[in-house]
């Protein structure tokens, strides 16, 4: 059963919407928030510096959080918003985190990416790689295909966080969350918003989904440390 989550936590949820989600065995497990703006490198270094202070092992980091379908905007940092909120947040967590990932091993790295990320191209006509892509001017920028480019970046980084990391007990995987739970990502956009609206009585809620897989998974992990951002 788990024991301890640090979760970011978005604004509408609380605590206890956590512990639901976390199952029934789980009701006595310590959850703790923790504030993190993945649109701002500061707030990162300043979690990951807090987290570490704690002095407790990290065996699961779940790198979830992200926008869709948001309209063009820069971060304090001067970065492409989507670009930054959806990988480059998580890519400099991860890295922060490093060294307390390998002294947990094993542990692991998850990193949700979009099966919409077979929709996208970051290189130029010749091939290379082009960087310009990942945090375009407003001019050039497409929300779709930002998000798109934004989620095939997570996965070249989980494949190679994996190819790194791997021999010393931490695994890196990137994962499609699949179309049948349903969220806010949409609310950015009305359109998104209405086609998502017609699609909910096809969906589950997390927390239902979360009890209903409850006795399947209840043993599985054990005891651990966690953090959901």
Known sequence: MLSYC?????????????????GPGNHKAKVEAMTLDLASLHSVQHFAEAF???????????CNAAVFAAPWSLTED?????????????????????????????????????????????????????????????????????YNRSKLCNILFSNELNRHL???????????????IYSSIHRNWWVYTLLFTLARPFTKSMISTRLNNEAKHEDQFGSFKMIGV
């Open 6 to 22: 640090i979760i970011r936590l978005h604004k509408s949820m609380v605590v206890a919407d956590i512990i639901t989600l976390l």
């Open 52 to 62: 570490k202070s704690k002095n407790v092992p990290l065996h699961m980091l779940i």
């Open 78 to 146: 001067d970065l492409e918003a989507t670009f930054q909120v959806n990988h480059l947040g998580h890519f400099y967590l991860v890295q922060l985190l490093e060294d307390i990932l390998r002294h947990s091993s094993p542990a692991r790295v998850v990193m949700v990416s979009s099966e919409s990320h077979r929709f996208s191209e970051i290189k130029d006509s010749s091939g290379k790689l082009d960087f310009s892509l990942l945090s375009p001017s407003k001019k050039e920028f497409w929300a779709m295909v930002a």
């Open 166 to 180: 791997s021999p010393h007990g931490v695994t890196s995987n990137a994962v499609h969350p699949g179309n049948m």
